[in-house]
Structure formats: structure tokens, C-alpha cells
């Protein structure tokens, strides 16, 4: 299915919401559907309620009010996705192809990429079904080997600049190299080598860090300025820190900036790898988390969003793990 509206037909109370960052998120609430209901003191300090069900409403309400507005609503609450270009690297399952689904929904862009042409052929068809007046692309790419890792990388930035009409406003990247790699990095300890305990790493620990060098090494060419467009490197997942992710998210932020970095965390999310790894019972892992749920790909999409909208967000890892950790 398309990627849900979270927010449609649900009831918001914004307190405090005439006036910065409430009003903000009250007509943000509106514009993804929600009725929003706002609730300010008038100078009194008696409390004034305002139910909102548009955007117009506001504005209605605002002009015949002689409440002072810190915040006017000069427009309604910008779509920050629409009409920009992302590449999801992994995009063609769990997560990343939630991520795809979403990005398309605000009306980006899409470009997935895939280990075979054929799953790459069925998962651009099926976005492509969901939102036909879309761009949906995709290229191949293997990236669990390091000898070819950059050079793959490359070709799929290329592809993507050119299948989407020019540089590109975002990159997520969700892919790992799977469980056959994971199952050489457990072998037993006197059956280790090097090669094998690095093979699980070559993809999701390397590639991201290899984007965030050929995104520096061609200022422009792979993503938008930042002036333009708060172009945004989003550089995959990762386990709480201080694990694999935040390695090349502390290095590689800084160094990119303005173009922002996050890294999202997130617990257990109902995909193909959490399939494989629970042996086809994802249900074992909502022991053990506040919400007794295991996320959806959808949910986690929700993240990337957040993640990839807001020019204020960079440097940090955003965890998304059911409460997990507080559990
Ligand atoms: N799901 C969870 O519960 C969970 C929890 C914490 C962290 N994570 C992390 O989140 C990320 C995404 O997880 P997911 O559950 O969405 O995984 P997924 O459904 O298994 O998707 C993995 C993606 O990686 C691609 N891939 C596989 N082998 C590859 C290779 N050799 N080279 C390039 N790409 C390859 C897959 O392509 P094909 O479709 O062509 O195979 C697919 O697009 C992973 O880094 C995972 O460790 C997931």
C-alpha cells in the first residue's frame, strides 16, 4: 500500500499555539491532515480555545482576533520533499524501500537500488504502481566487496544524478550485505579470519562512509549546495552507539557541513532481515520494548522523514527502538 498518513483524522492539542514554535507545529498538524485545537491566555491569562479543522480556519480565526501573532501564517506549512531527488540506497526492501515509499509520497523523487535486476525491475514496478505520476528509478549494485565498493558507489551516484534530473537532495542508506555475510562474521572463534569478520561490515559500515567521501571529493555533483536546498546525507542505520554508524557520522558530519548527517537506530522492525534473523517469528521481539510492538517499516520510514525535512537536524543519531532501551 502507499505510504499511510499517520497524521489524517487525528486530534491535536497545541498549547501555547499562536505564537512560534506551537503555531508552527499546529499548521504542520493541518497540513498533514490532522485537526489541530489550539489553546493560548489572553492577556487576562484567561485561556482562549481555538478548534481548527484547515489551514484557512487559522487564518480566519487570526484576522479577527486582536491577539497578538508572533508567528504569522504568511503560508501554509511547506512540503520540504516535494519535487526534490533521493537516493535510497537498499530502497528495494524493509526500510529503505518504506523510505522510498515515503519519499514519493511528498513527492520526491526516487531512485532504489537493488543486488539483481530482477528484484530491482519488481520494486520499481510496484512503486511505480503506487504512485504512477511519480520518478521512480534504480540501478544494481553489489557493495560487499571492498575492492569494488567505491567504484559501485560511484556508479550509482551517477546513475541516480542522471535518471533524476541533476544532483541529488537526499541519500539514505539502508543497505547490509545480509545473512549469509553475518553468518561468516559469527563463525566460530577459531574458525575467524579477518576477511571473514570484516564480510558483514564492507557494505553497511564502508559504503556510508565511502558516500560521505565521494559526496566531498565532487562538491556539487552528487549533492545540491546547501544554500539551495539543505541537502541532506542520510548515512544508514545503526545499533545504539557507540557502535558502527556513529564512527562515520561524528567524522563525516562535521567535515560535510552545511550538508547534514544523521544516522538513524532503530530496534526491531518487521522486514525481510528481521524475518531471516527471528526465523520467521518477528513477534519474539516485542518482549523486551515500552510499546509491546514491533515497529513498521513505515513507522521507522517516519524517521527518515523527519530526518531528512527538517534543516535543523544534523549530527545526531535518532533512536527509534520501541523504547527498548528504557524497557
Ligand atoms: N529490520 C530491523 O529490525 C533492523 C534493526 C536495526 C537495524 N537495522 C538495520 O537497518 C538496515 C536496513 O535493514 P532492513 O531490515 O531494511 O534490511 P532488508 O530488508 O534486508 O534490506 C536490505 C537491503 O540491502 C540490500 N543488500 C543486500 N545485500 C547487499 C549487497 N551485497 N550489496 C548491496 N546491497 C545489498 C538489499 O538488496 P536486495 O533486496 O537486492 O537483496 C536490500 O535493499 C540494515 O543496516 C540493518 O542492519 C534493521
Do not use: C
Not at 511547506?78 to 515515503?102: D, M, Y
Not at 562474521?185 to 562512509?209: C, D, W
Not at 556513529?246 to 547534514?260: D, F, M
Not at 520510514?301 to 549530527?315: D, H, N, Q, V
Amino acid at each position: 500500500m502507499a505510504h499511510p498518513h499517520f497524521l489524517l483524522n487525528t486530534r491535536i492539542l497545541t498549547i501555547g499555539g499562536f505564537s512560534g514554535l506551537a503555531f508552527g507545529v499546529a499548521s504542520a498538524a493541518l497540513s498533514s491532515g490532522s485537526k489541530s485545537h489550539i489553546t493560548l491566555l489572553d492577556t487576562d491569562g484567561l485561556p482562549l480555545d481555538f478548534p481548527f479543522n484547515t489551514g484557512n480556519d487559522i487564518q480566519d480565526k487570526y484576522h479577527d482576533s486582536d491577539l497578538h501573532l508572533h508567528s504569522p501564517l504568511s503560508m501554509a506549512h511547506p512540503n520540504f520533499l516535494l519535487n526534490t531527488r533521493t537516493l535510497i540506497i537498499g530502497g528495494s526492501s524493509g526500510i529503505g524501500f518504506a523510505v522510498a515509499s515515503a519519499a514519493l509520497s511528498s513527492g520526491s523523487k526516487a531512485h532504489i537500488t537493488s543486488v539483481t535486476a530482477e528484484k530491482l525491475s519488481t520494486k520499481i514496478t510496484q512503486l511505480q504502481a503506487l504512485y504512477p505520476a511519480a520518478h521512480v528509478s534504480g540501478s544494481t549494485a553489489d557493495l560487499a566487496d571492498t575492492d569494488t565498493l567505491e567504484a559501485n558507489l560511484q556508479s550509482v551516484l551517477d546513475a541516480a544524478v542522471k535518471d533524476t534530473g541533476g544532483p541529488l537532495d537526499h541519500i539514505v542508506y539502508t543497505a547490509h550485505e545480509g545473512m549469509s555475510n553475518a553468518a561468516k562474521s559469527n563463525a566460530k572463534l577459531v574458525e575467524i579470519t579477518a576477511t571473514k569478520a570484516l564480510s558483514t561490515f564492507t557494505a553497511r559500515l564502508l559504503g556510508p562512509l565511502l558516500i560521505g567521501k565521494l559526496v566531498a571529493a565532487n562538491p556539487g555533483r552528487y549533492l545540491k549546495p546547501a544554500a539551495s536546498s539543505s541537502p541532506h546525507t542520510h548515512l544508514g542505520n545503526l545499533r545504539p552507539p557507540p557502535t558502527s554508524g556513529s564512527l562515520h557520522l561524528w567524522r563525516v558530519a562535521p567535515e560535510l557541513a552545511p550538508i547534514r548527517v544523521n544516522v538513524i537506530i532503530p530496534g526491531a522492525v518487521r522486514t525481510e532481515l528481521l524475518d531471516e534473523i527471528s526465523g520467521g517469528n518477528p513477534d519474539m521481539f516485542t518482549k523486551g520494548t515500552l510499546t509491546k510492538e514491533v515497529g513498521s517499516a513505515e513507522g521507522a520510514a517516519e524517521a527518515y522523514l523527519f530526518s531528512m525535512r527538517s534543516a535543523l537536524a544534523t549530527g545526531q543519531g535518532f533512536i527509534i527502538d520501541n523504547g527498548t532501551m528504557m524497557a
